[in-house]
């Protein structure tokens, strides 16, 4: 079995910064890409930014000079750094893993969440 747990998330204020981390645990041969994603309310989940295995990014135009992902292979973990937050970055923000296990054929992993609110 795979777990993908997410920590980080919190109450700040706009112009603040957090960082989330994402940590996959379990019976694990290989990751390839990771990706955070975040979903508001009354909104369809967003894709927010993308990691490849060999550190290639890409980053929705929202977040762009504002967020920054990045990966540690060793643990097996994704971060996602976020600065200059606004009130609009509002959202449960989920982690997600492209997982090959021994014996199986990749597929993509969700984590549970963790809400991030910026608010004055």
């Known amino acids: 079995q795979v777990q993908l747990v997410e920590s980080g998330g919190a109450l700040v204020q706009p112009g603040g910064s957090l960082r989330l981390s994402c940590a996959a645990s379990?019976?694990?041969?290989?990751?390839?890409?990771m990706r955070w994603y975040r979903q508001a309310p009354g909104k369809e989940r967003e894709l927010v930014a993308t990691?490849?295995?060999?550190?290639?990014?890409n980053y929705a135009d929202s977040v762009k000079g504002r967020f920054t992902i990045s990966r540690d292979n060793v643990k097996n973990t994704v971060y996602l750094q976020m600065n200059s937050l606004k009130p609009e970055d509002t959202a449960v923000y989920y982690c997600?893993?492209?997982?090959?296990?021994?014996?199986?054929?990749?597929?993509?992993?969700w984590g549970q969440g963790t809400q991030v609110t910026v608010s004055s």
């Open positions: 997600n893993a492209d997982i090959l296990r021994p014996g199986h054929n990749y597929r993509a992993y």
């Open positions: 990691i490849s295995n060999g550190g290639n990014t």
């Open positions: 379990g019976s694990i041969f290989s990751i390839n890409a």
